[in-house]
């Protein structure tokens, strides 16, 4: 039966990345057939499981063993995580780190079958937080809770929204590296000629956008690009207190919130407030020719390298007063490996602290790590994105185990919406019945 599961979980997890994080995103802003900009899960080589990559590798003069390191950044942001393991490595520590980077929707196949068949299972792995509730179910991870007593690895040393997600059935399966969360891009440049003060309190709300849009509009600018369209449904959502299930496993997010959301999107559509069709919002946002944007942190260094004049707040509200960003945590997991004894897991512990010591350069790659003691770095703290690392109760994390069928459901019907093809209600009905569709061929 666990066999069962967990290659029904693998002919299904497919599908999208967390992540950003992470994951996903609609390149043409349809909201559908979804492409991940998001460095983390964005391009690379599918790993060939018959690679020489596979081989185990040569244990160093000196060394106690290795330990091999799975992660979803196969981006640019690969290249700061190899130079975090090359950082580590050159600690000279009693095991050397093998950083192996897979596409996001390939590890998570690779990973539960590895697991499986016993046959090279990696020590530690990047998982988007959204999948560890599933995998921890399947059986796949192991618990750190024993690990933790006698390590410098501590919950006080992270930010505690990121940590408390993983705490599952009285055990904890997930070490943050990082939160990242899709926030609101604001051209300057723009904002001073059209803004009219709605940013004057740090907050967007819905009904000051429409406020200014008018005049955008009439000059040919954007009043607000509408692009992965997921996250900008889930963090709207959240913010109106919607989840995915109310009781944790039948979905049930076809509701009045729900629709309101959507409706909002609507509105906005019918009024000329966002791109059309087929146009890309993103690069047009680069391009001067959209005033609010919302995406990623981690997207910022691309901001840079358009030599754009932009700022990062926190993405829209309905109500000034309750804030909201749809976040997601990369964190280090421990699969399931009956091969990796005590004294490598304390090593792996060993290694996640040092990471956890020295993120700034995890921050020059556009995340928001997740370890405290960044936020008194000065470089960091003159980084656009720093002001996630004190916006803990801001931070929107999903917590339903089931969420990777969930926003399947949705990529195929949010852009439907949005373009006018679907109503709100017929969009979201056929989400949570495919949801409930592959949960009953997941069990």
């Not at 990121?162 to 604001?186: E, F, K, N, R």
């Not at 944007?293 to 390298?305: A, D, R, S, T």
């Amino acid at each position: 039966m666990r066999f069962k599961k967990i290659m029904a979980l693998c002919m299904t997890v497919a599908m999208v990345a967390s992540l950003a994080g992470c994951g996903g995103k609609d390149s043409a802003s349809t909201g559908s057939g979804e492409t991940d900009t998001n460095t983390s899960a964005d391009a690379g080589e599918t790993a060939d499981a018959g690679s020489e990559e596979d081989a185990q590798p040569e244990v160093a003069p000196g060394k106690k063993g290795t330990i091999e390191f799975w992660t979803v950044f196969t981006g640019a942001d690969g290249t700061s995580m190899q130079a975090m393991v090359d950082a580590y490595n050159a600690t000279d520590p009693d095991y050397t780190v093998n950083h192996r980077a897979i596409e996001a929707n390939d590890l998570y196949l690779k990973m539960p079958l590895a697991i499986q068949s016993g046959e090279d299972v990696p020590d530690v792995c990047i998982n988007h937080v959204e999948r560890v509730p599933l995998f921890q179910e399947q059986g796949l991870l192991t618990d750190y809770t024993a690990y933790l007593d006698g390590s410098a690895v501590s919950k006080d040393n992270y930010n505690p929204k990121a940590w408390s997600m993983t705490d599952i059935d009285g055990g904890h399966y997930g070490i943050p590296l990082d939160v990242h969360s899709y926030i609101l891009y604001v051209n300057e440049d723009l904002y001073a000629q059209y803004g009219n003060g709605v940013l004057d309190d740090g907050v967007l709300t819905w009904d000051e956008l429409e406020s200014v849009a008018d005049a955008c509009v009439a000059d040919g600018i954007i009043p607000i690009g509408m692009a992965w369209l997921r996250v900008k449904f889930l963090a709207s959502y959240a913010q109106l207190g919607g989840t995915l299930s109310t009781d944790g496993n039948t979905p049930d997010f076809n509701n009045d919130t729900a629709v309101q959301v959507l409706n909002n999107w609507v509105d906005l559509m019918d009024k000329g407030y966002a791109q059309k069709e087929g146009d890309d919002s993103w690069q047009l946002f680069l391009a001067g020719k959209v005033l609010f944007c919302p995406e990623g942190i981690w997207m910022y260094n691309n901001v840079k390298e358009a030599g754009l004049n932009a700022k990062m707040y926190d993405y829209p509200v309905f109500d000034a007063g309750t804030k909201g960003n749809w976040t997601s945590s990369h964190q280090f997991v421990l699969p399931k490996n009956d091969n990796r004894d005590d004294e490598k897991t304390k090593a792996v512990l060993d290694f996640i602290n040092f990471m956890g010591n020295n993120s700034l350069e995890w921050a020059k790659a556009g995340q928001c790590p997740a370890h405290v003691s960044i936020k008194d770095v000065a470089e960091f703290k003159d980084m656009p994105q720093a002001f996630v690392a004190d916006e803990s109760d801001e931070l929107k994390i999903y917590d339903y185990k089931y969420y990777g069928y969930a926003v399947e459901a949705l990529d195929k019907v949010l852009g439907e919406v949005l373009f006018g093809r679907m109503t709100p209600q017929e969009a979201l009905d056929q989400a949570v019945q495919e949801t409930k569709d592959q949960i009953e061929m997941s069990e």
